[in-house]
């Protein structure tokens, strides 16, 4: 089968359209016959092996699984003897290693069956950007009806999603982007956009009553001058600042530890990634309460040129590969 391949550590030089053995399911797992995948920050990480310490689980001079992804829609084409509650024909989108590729082996529990009216691609750009905002707007921040909310990165993946969640809330969202995204921004639901490159200083942003943060690499210290009396601060995923060790997980961390001593309430969220948390966005999309924020679909023949423009912060929303031509 055809798959998207990985070499080495660095830029998308280390990877390439190769070829790979059609993976067997067991009997607890079924498999998928590929339509679309979505990458991520995340696969990104993975790619340059940034930050080091993920190269003690991915594999140390290059990853153990050569295929990369995680996020995928598509048709299940076998199932396990002990699988239950998925048949073969089903459209579904979930999470799985090696999911690059034509046809993936995933578990039950990290799928979710696509409404009819939802398309593949689509559905694809879900399982890890949108499950992870979702827990950072729900579980996380907590953000209630009235709240002010600052989102930054919100002209991202994760934050085209949590802008809309926490404006479907109820909440009062601002964005903080670049100029070029903020019209994007403001479709999605935010009622003010801040030019980070214009207002640098967060003391100058006001004050919010959460701020949900997936890009910024600011101090923890600096990020709470915006913050209100009894605010909650929650750091999302692993950014660019700190050292090559621990990267932004290093924020994450001070964040956890400085909590139980702050007057704000300090937090951090990494995708638990679900069943549940994936049926409940593909109802969104098809009840037309959430939306899949797409910048650019591609064949997979321009798959590299696509995860390149993500890797260089070029991608407003989501990006989608097909892979098949499957609905």
Known sequence: MTA??????????????????????????????????????????????DPLVVRAVIGLRTPRQPIIGLAFAGVVESVG????????????????????????VAKPAKLARIPDTVSMTDAASLPVSAGTALQAVRDSARVQPGQSVLIIGAGGGVGSFMTQLAAAAGARVTGVASAAKSEFVRSL???????????????????????IDAADGRALHVLRQALAERGTLVIVGADQSGGPLLRG???QLRAMMLDPWARHRLTAVVQRENCADLA?????????????????????????ALIDRLAHQQVSGKAVIRVSDER
């Open 81 to 104: 003897a002990q699988v239950e509650g998925f048949v073969v024909g089903d459209r579904v989108a979930g999470t799985a290693p090696a999911a690059f590729a034509e046809y993936v």
């Open 249 to 251: 997980a290093d924020r």
């Open 4 to 49: 998207i391949v990985q070499h080495g550590y660095g830029g998308v030089e280390v990877v390439s359209i190769g070829t790979a053995a059609v993976p067997v399911a067991g009997p607890a797992e079924v498999r998928v016959r590929v339509a679309a995948v979505s990458p991520d920050s995340g696969t990104v990480h993975l790619m340059t092996g």
């Open 189 to 211: 639901g935010a009622e003010r956009v801040i030019d980070y490159r214009v207002t640098p200083n967060p003391a100058d942003w006001g004050l919010f009553d959460v701020i």
């Open 280 to 304: 409940t966005l593909l109802d969104m999309l098809a009840q037309g309460t959430l939306r899949a924020a797409i910048d650019d679909v591609a064949p997979l023949d321009g798959a590299l």
